[in-house]
Every structure is written in structure tokens, then in C-alpha cells.
């Protein structure tokens, strides 16, 4: 059954959507980057549990545990969680799954503790799936069969409520044509070629990247080539290591940056890659440094500019104007 779910900004940082495991109202944040399901729950310490809604299993009539399962998650910013796992039923906005694997939080990094977030909903590919001995189906695969189409999709616009539509696309959240890109799902992400980029008008190659679509990362994340292409443009820009990243002048006057994807550009408006007040009159870049690698991704800000569709047939990753 088709359904949209509403995703609320949270801090900036994140969008939560409101999830319903087992009847327990949950906010999670939806990770088109990781493909576990993982909930706080009562199995945690305590005092990792203030501001947080949590799961508790014996509370639910239709848990079921998977004894001797486990799972044990490493996200790239270096935040993690680990538990036990059993199935519940899961609804979001419309759609319900039924026996879906729900990852119970017996440890979670100090990042976890204090965000919003009560948990994850993966949405990235089962072969990433980290359960023991047996990876477990995300929500989407496990739904797709009762959807119109075998597609979610993420509007979150800046700032503004948005939502992850389910078996359908929504032409009310996004203007013109969705451009399609095939999908390379062999390292478990909605992963593309992404071999060149524009600063302002300026064309640069990066041969041999690809880009993956990420709602469970904030940022645009870049090879540092990119990157200092793109500060070299924005006059009085420094790295600043006690602010983790690129600043500049408030006032500064941004470049655009298109990214590519596939085979086409998808230009982030200048207003979005100042993600806000780093300390005093320094704002910090939406654009940071993926690091190692030449794997680019594209997160939150670039959802704030583009409606995502995500495509298990094929697969496939499509973008729209929002
Ligand atoms: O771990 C990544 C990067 C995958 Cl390429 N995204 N997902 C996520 N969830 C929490 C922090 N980051």
C-alpha cells in the first residue's frame, strides 16, 4: 500500500520521520546510506536514554525474537550502535510491513546519545545489512511488493517539513522533469559515476568517482580536489580544524556547485552550501571533505535542492527541481 510519511528538520542536522514498531511511536532517521533498522530501546543503559523515545519489546503482543541474532553498525562519521535483533510490524505513513527485522539498541556511540533521533530506518541495500549470522531485508525491500511502483522517494525541503513517499512520485514536491541514472548497487549503496563537477560555470574532471545518494548524511561530502576547487572561489575561506571543516566570511559571495550525476549536472544554489553560523562572523560550507577515496556523498543539502527518487527497478536514481 502506496503512503507518504511526514520528515520534520530536526537541529539542522537531520530529518525524523515518525514510526510506528510494534504500536511504539518512534522519530527515525531515514539513511538511504545503511540498510539496518535499528530502534533505542530498553535494553540500553539508562542514562542513554533521556530525551529519547524508546522500543521495549515485551511491551509489544507481535515481537518476535531472533535468538542468537545480533548486529553491530560502523556509519562513516565514525558514530555506531550494536544489539540484538528480533521482527515486529512497521508502519510508515501508509505502508505496513509485517515481520519486519527490527535491531534492538543494547550499545550506542555518544553521537546517538545526544541527537534526536530515536533510531534508523536503512534504506540502502540488504547486502550491507549487518546482522549475524543472517542479513536482514530493509523496510523498502520488504514493502515493495505491496507498492504501485517498487520506489520510495525523500523531499526534504530546507528548513520546512518534507516526506518519504512510498510506491509513487509526487509531482506536487518538485517542478519539470525526474532524470534518471542508472544504479551500480554492488558496494550495497545508491551509488552512480560522478565524474566531473562545476564551480560557478567552471567545469572540472574527477575521473573515476562515483557519488551515492545519502539521506543519513547532512553535508555534500567531496574529494579534497573538489574541494579546494570550489573555497579557491570563495575569497577568505580557510580550513578551520577546531570548526572540523571549510569557513568563510558570512558575507561571502558563493559559487554554485553542480554536481554529476550520472551523466548529468545537478546545481546546489549558492544559498545552500552556507550551511550557517560556525562561531562569531564565520559561516561553515555545506561542501566538506569525504576524505579517502572516490566515493563522493551527496547528503541532506543536496535533498534541499532535489526531490530523490529511488528506483529498485533497474536500479535507478532520479532528481528533480524541488
Ligand atoms: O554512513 C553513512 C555514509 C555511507 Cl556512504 N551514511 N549514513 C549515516 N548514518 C548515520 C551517519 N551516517
Not at 508502519?91 to 519486519?100: A, H, N
Not at 570550489?230 to 569557513?247: A, E, I, K, N, T
Request: with cysteine; hydrophobic share 30%.
Amino acid at each position: 500500500q502506496d503512503g507518504s510519511a511526514t520528515a520534520v528538520p530536526s537541529d539542522g542536522v537531520e530529518y525524523l520521520v515518525s514510526t510506528s514498531v510494534g504500536g511504539q511511536s518512534l522519530n527515525l532517521d531515514f539513511d538511504t546510506g545503511s540498510a539496518d533498522l535499528w530502534v533505542f530501546s530498553s535494553e540500553l543503559p539508562s542514562s542513554d536514554l533521556s530525551g529519547h523515545s524508546y522500543y521495549t519489546s515485551s511491551d509489544s503482543s507481535t515481537f518476535q525474537s531472533l535468538s542468537g541474532y545480533t548486529w553491530d553498525i560502523s556509519y562513516a562519521d565514525g558514530s555506531g550502535a550494536s544489539g540484538n535483533v528480533g521482527t515486529d510490524t512497521v508502519v510508515i505513513g501508509g505502508t505496513t510491513v509485517e515481520g519486519q527485522a527490527v535491531e534492538l539498541a543494547e550499545k550506542v556511540s555518544s553521537t546517538f546519545v545526544s541527537d534526536a533521533a530515536d533510531g534508523l530506518v536503512g534504506l540502502a541495500f540488504s547486502s550491507i545489512n549487518t546482522v549475524s549470522p543472517t542479513p536482514q531485508s530493509t523496510f523498502f525491500e520488504n514493502a515493495q511488493s505491496s507498492l504501485d511502483s517498487p520506489l520510495f522517494a525523500a523531499y526534504l525541503p530546507n528548513n520546512a517539513d518534507g516526506a518519504y513517499d512510498f510506491g509513487y512520485t509526487d509531482d506536487s514536491k518538485y517542478s519539470g522533469d525526474i532524470t534518471y541514472t542508472d544504479v551500480d548497487s554492488s558496494n550495497g549503496f545508491w551509488e552512480y559515476p560522478s565524474t566531473s563537477y562545476k564551480v560557478g560555470s567552471t567545469t572540472h574532471s574527477q575521473s573515476g568517482y562515483t557519488g551515492i545518494s545519502d539521506t543519513g548524511t547532512t553535508l555534500i561530502l567531496m574529494g579534497d580536489s573538489a574541494v579546494t576547487a570550489y573555497y579557491d572561489q570563495v575569497s577568505g575561506s580557510s580550513y578551520d580544524s577546531s570548526q572540523g571543516g571549510y569557513v568563510f566570511d558570512c558575507s561571502a559571495d558563493l559559487p554554485t556547485l553542480s554536481i554529476s550525476i550520472g551523466g548529468n549536472y545537478a546545481t546546489i544554489p549558492a544559498s545552500l552550501l552556507n550551511f550557517g553560523t560556525a562561531s562569531g562572523s564565520s559561516c561553515f560550507g555545506s561542501l566538506q571533505s569525504v576524505g579517502s577515496g572516490t566515493q563522493n556523498i551527496y547528503g541532506d543539502v543536496f535533498f534541499n535542492a532535489f526531490y530523490g527518487v529511488f528506483d529498485a527497478s533497474g536500479p535507478s536514481f532520479g532528481f528533480a527541481t524541488v
